[in-house]
């Protein structure tokens, strides 16, 4: 029981320090740099960039493209093109 405890508390001691020398690991990220560049583009000239900004980055991050230019072309990518919001618009911007 003794060897287990301090098995226990050396695991502790061990996954302390490696985090106080590291900082905690950050989680995999969904948005690319494909996505924020690409997203930076397209809504460049959106009225509300940073509405546009996360919408395009959840969308690419969904279907993996973003049409080119500022807008329209959604052509280029149909998941872009065909993903709705709840009231049946467009969920991309």
């Given at each position: 029981?003794?060897?287990?405890?301090?098995?226990?508390?050396?695991?502790?001691?061990?996954?302390?320090?490696?985090?106080?020398?590291?900082?905690p690991a950050e989680?995999?990220?969904?948005?690319?740099?494909?996505?924020?560049?690409?997203?930076?583009?397209?809504?460049?000239?959106?009225?509300?960039?940073?509405?546009?900004?996360q919408y395009c980055?959840?969308?690419?991050?969904?279907?993996?493209?973003?049409?080119?230019?500022?807008?329209?072309?959604?052509?280029?990518?149909?998941?872009?093109?065909?993903?709705?919001?709840?009231?049946?618009?467009?969920?991309?911007?």
């Open positions: 029981m003794k060897l287990m405890t301090m098995a226990t508390l050396v695991l502790a001691l061990l996954l302390v320090t490696t985090f106080a020398e590291n900082g989680a995999p990220s969904d948005i690319s740099g494909f996505c924020k560049e690409k997203c930076a583009v397209r809504c460049s000239k959106a009225g509300r960039q940073n509405r546009c900004l980055r959840i969308c690419c991050a969904k279907c993996n493209c973003v049409p080119s230019g500022t807008y329209g072309n959604r052509d280029e990518c149909p998941c872009y093109r065909d993903w709705k919001n709840p009231e049946g618009g467009p969920k991309c911007p």
